[in-house]
Nanobody, 117 residues
């Protein structure tokens, strides 16, 4: 079982940067698939990217080249570095993971990111 807590959301102007954090407890982040998702008002939750113990990081086309996922093993924390932000990036961002293969089934509470023009 894993508990996830996101933080770092806030207000930023278009073209700016923001870094989100996801602190995990109960499991070691370096041994897990850790994903980032986002959900805008009235829209379905959308996959943003994921980091894997072995495979290369993988990102949705909409954020590729702008967002980067990384780990800090000492802090058991996963980060989402967001650069060149656009108004369409505005959403609640969620950290997620899974103990076994299959869909993501452990979720954080979310953190709001608002990008103004």
């Amino acid at each position: 079982q894993v508990q996830l807590v996101e933080s770092g959301g806030g207000l930023v102007q278009a073209g700016g940067s923001l870094r989100l954090s996801c602190v995990a407890s109960g499991r070691t982040v370096s041994n897990l698939v850790m994903g980032w998702f986002r959900q805008a008002p009235g829209k379905e939750r959308e996959f943003v990217g994921r980091i894997h113990p072995i495979a290369n990081p993988y990102y949705a086309d909409s954020v590729k080249g702008r967002f980067t996922i990384s780990r800090d093993n000492a802090k058991n924390t996963v980060y989402l570095q967001m650069n060149s932000l656009k108004p369409e990036d505005t959403a609640v961002y969620y950290c997620a993971t899974k103990i076994n293969n299959g869909p993501f089934n452990y979720w954080g509470q979310g953190t709001q990111v608002t990008v103004s023009s």
